[in-house]
C-alpha cells in the first residue's frame, strides 16, 4: 500500500506565508515527478508546480516567483513554500505523485487527500 500525506495548510494572512509537505510512505520501489495541484471552490484544480527527481521545476505563471516546490529524496518528501500569498490562492491544495511500489513494474499517479489553504484579506 503507497500513500500521500499533506500536512501545513492553515489560514493565512495576505502577504504571509505557508509551507505544505507533503510524505510517500507504504511500499515504495522510486518515485517520479512529484507536485502540487490546488483546486478553488467552484472550480476546477489546477497545477500549481512540479519537480523531477532531477530536481527540474515547472511552475504555474500565477505563483511563480512567490512559491518554491522542493523535494527530499531521501525522506520520499515534497515541499512548496508559499510567499506573498494573495487571496486567491486560496484553495485546496493536494499533492501528486508517479510512484512505483515494490509490487509493480510501472509508474502509478497518486494522490494526497489535500489541505486546506486559506488567504484572508
Known amino acids: 500500500q503507497v500513500q500521500l500525506v499533506e500536512s501545513g495548510g492553515g489560514l493565512v494572512q495576505a502577504g504571509g506565508s505557508l509551507r505544505l509537505s507533503c510524505a510517500a510512505s507504504?511500499?515504495?520501489?522510486?518515485?517520479?515527478?512529484m507536485g502540487w495541484y490546488r483546486q478553488a471552490a467552484g472550480k476546477q484544480r489546477e497545477l500549481v508546480a512540479t519537480?523531477?527527481?532531477?530536481?527540474?521545476?515547472n511552475y504555474a505563471d500565477s505563483v511563480t516567483g512567490r512559491f518554491t516546490i522542493s523535494r527530499d529524496n531521501a525522506r520520499n518528501t515534497v515541499y512548496l513554500q508559499m510567499n506573498s500569498l494573495k487571496p486567491e490562492d486560496t484553495a485546496v491544495y493536494l499533492c501528486?505523485?508517479?510512484?512505483?511500489?515494490?509490487?509493480?513494474?510501472?509508474?502509478?499517479?497518486?494522490w494526497g487527500q489535500g489541505t486546506q489553504v486559506t488567504v484572508s484579506s
Open positions: 501528486n505523485a508517479a510512484i512505483r511500489a515494490t509490487y509493480s513494474r510501472a509508474y502509478y499517479s497518486r
Open positions: 519537480i523531477t527527481s532531477d530536481g527540474i521545476t
Open positions: 507504504g511500499s515504495i520501489s522510486s518515485i517520479g515527478d
